[in-house]
């Protein structure tokens, strides 16, 4: 079964400061992976997306990697600002329209 | 840009009502979905269609059906609303197979079901 795991569930980190997301997956095949922004009460967005080939992609201070062999991504948020209060959701496509979607890692930016 | 509506934001409906939940995409997209987001469960895929009055049922398809009679618009219906179909629901559509597309999602429609 394709499964999408994420950690931590959720963070609190400080304005300004860095912070890290994991994503595991045993998608198979393999297509790409998509990390998505998900505001409180809002659809998501996406930020990212990478295929097999490609071991990172960045957008403004939002760099993702992916590491297809041990099959893992990680998000990395640099400089943290209180709008990046959010669900990041990682999304992993086996090549059609059956999506696996992680659970969301939960991110609180505090003054 | 593309852009995804939603009918609703927020509904309230009675169990037993019969509920319809609409969807317009203005890019000309062949592919359409629903999903449902839960709390801890992430989200989960009720049906897709990929062509006009084409639909194909996804992981979670019990008690919902769909009409898709243009190409810009997905409806989702409840035949009989039932408690355990409070939710969110996501309309989202892409310009091909989303294993190589881009999904762009709605705001979504936080359904009460009483």
């Known amino acids: 079964k394709n499964q999408v795991e994420q950690s931590p569930q959720s963070l609190i980190i400080l304005e300004g400061k860095n912070c890290t997301l994991q994503?595991?997956?045993?998608?198979?095949?393999?297509?790409?992976l998509r990390w998505y922004k998900q505001d409180t009460g809002r659809g998501p967005v996406s930020l990212t997306i990478m295929t097999f080939s490609e071991n990172t992609k960045s957008n403004g201070r939002y760099t993702a990697t992916l590491d297809a062999d041990t099959k893992q991504s990680s998000l990395h948020i640099t400089a943290s600002q209180l709008s990046d209060s959010a669900s990041y959701i990682c999304v992993v496509s086996p090549g059609n329209n059956r999506l696996a979607f992680g659970k969301g890692n939960q991110v609180v930016v505090i003054p | 840009d593309v852009k995804v509506t939603q009918s609703s934001r927020y509904l309230v409906k009675r169990t037993g009502e019969k509920v319809f939940l609409e969807c317009v995409q203005d890019m000309d997209h062949e592919n359409m979905f629903w999903y449902r987001q839960d709390p801890g469960l992430g989200l989960r895929l009720i049906y897709f269609?990929?062509?006009?009055?084409?639909?194909e049922k996804g992981d979670i398809p019990e008690g919902y059906s769909v009409s898709r009679e243009k190409k810009e618009r997905f409806s989702l219906i409840l035949e009989s609303a039932s408690t355990n179909q409070t939710s969110m629901y996501l309309c989202?559509?892409?310009?091909?197979?989303?294993?190589?597309?881009?999904?762009?999602f709605g705001p979504g429609t936080r359904l009460t079901v009483t």
């Open positions: 269609s990929y062509d006009v009055k084409m639909k």
């Open positions: 994503c595991n997956y045993t998608v198979s095949p393999f297509s790409n």
């Open positions: 989202a559509s892409s310009l091909g197979a989303s294993g190589f597309y881009e999904q762009y």
